[in-house]
């Protein structure tokens, strides 16, 4: 079973305590962590693995911040952290609405698809994204 702490109201997978610990100490507040996958950074197994929510398997993490937004696949010695800050995120939509737990966000002319383990907690990213409720 995964352990599990929480940090500001957030609740934390123990393989996720590092990273988290240095987000707080860089000043950043967290908004939600949810299993998800990078499509560029994930294959077709790892990808049916998160649409069928297999949450024993969770391969990556989805870490949205008050300032950014992390994908984080944990390590045994380090963890790998891509970011992306939320100013620069242009648009976020669905991927085949509601079929398979994707959401894509675009940056400029790129964009990437991002799955979800489970859809509800897409629906919360969209939404905050959307809102722009870290512009408040």
Same mark, same amino acid.
Do not use: C
């Given at each position: ?11 934390? !997978? ?20 949810? !299993? ?37 696949? !944990? ?9 992306? !800050? ?51």
């Amino acid at each position: 079973m995964t352990e599990i702490k929480e940090l500001g109201g957030i609740e934390v !997978p123990k393989k996720l305590n590092r990273t988290a610990k240095k987000l707080a100490a860089a000043g950043e507040r967290l908004v939600q962590i949810a !299993p998800a996958l990078l499509h560029s950074r994930a294959s077709e197994q790892m990808l049916a693995i998160a649409r069928m929510g297999m949450l024993d398997k969770v391969l990556g993490y989805l870490v949205t911040t008050d300032k950014n937004v992390h994908f984080v696949r !944990p390590g045994i010695a380090w963890d790998s952290v891509q970011t992306v !800050p939320l100013d620069v995120i242009d648009d976020v939509d669905y991927v085949d609405e509601f079929h398979n737990n994707t959401l894509k966000i675009k940056v400029g002319d790129k964009a990437e698809k991002i799955t979800f383990y489970d859809d509800m907690e897409g629906i919360q990213f969209y939404r905050y994204l959307k809102t722009k409720q870290w512009k408040e």
